[in-house]
């Protein structure tokens, strides 16, 4: 169980970075279009936002793929 608590630190850690790195990369271009999007998750239920249809698409597929992520380590854990 030690790694799994290991794992969920590591993977927020990362998540941070990503932020991070993302919010250098739009200041670095300096007056070109930004746009954005985001997920979530309340239980099974998702709230996705975006500011275009294309983000909210990608966002709806990210959702889909953590629910089902999310199953399928219930299903494995309780086996």
């Known amino acids: 169980m030690n790694g799994l608590v290991e794992l969920g630190f590591l993977l927020i850690f990362i998540g941070f970075i990503l932020v991070f790195l993302a919010i250098l990369l739009s200041i670095m271009k300096l007056g070109g279009k930004v746009e954005g999007g985001g ?39 309780s086996i």
Do not use: C, E, Y
Not at 41 to 52: H, Y
Not at 55 to 68: R, T
């Open 39 to 77: 997920v979530v998750l309340i239980g099974p239920f998702p709230i996705i936002f975006g500011t275009n249809k294309s983000i909210v698409k990608i966002a709806l597929l990210i959702a889909i793929i953590i629910i089902m992520t999310v199953i399928m380590i219930t299903i494995l854990l």
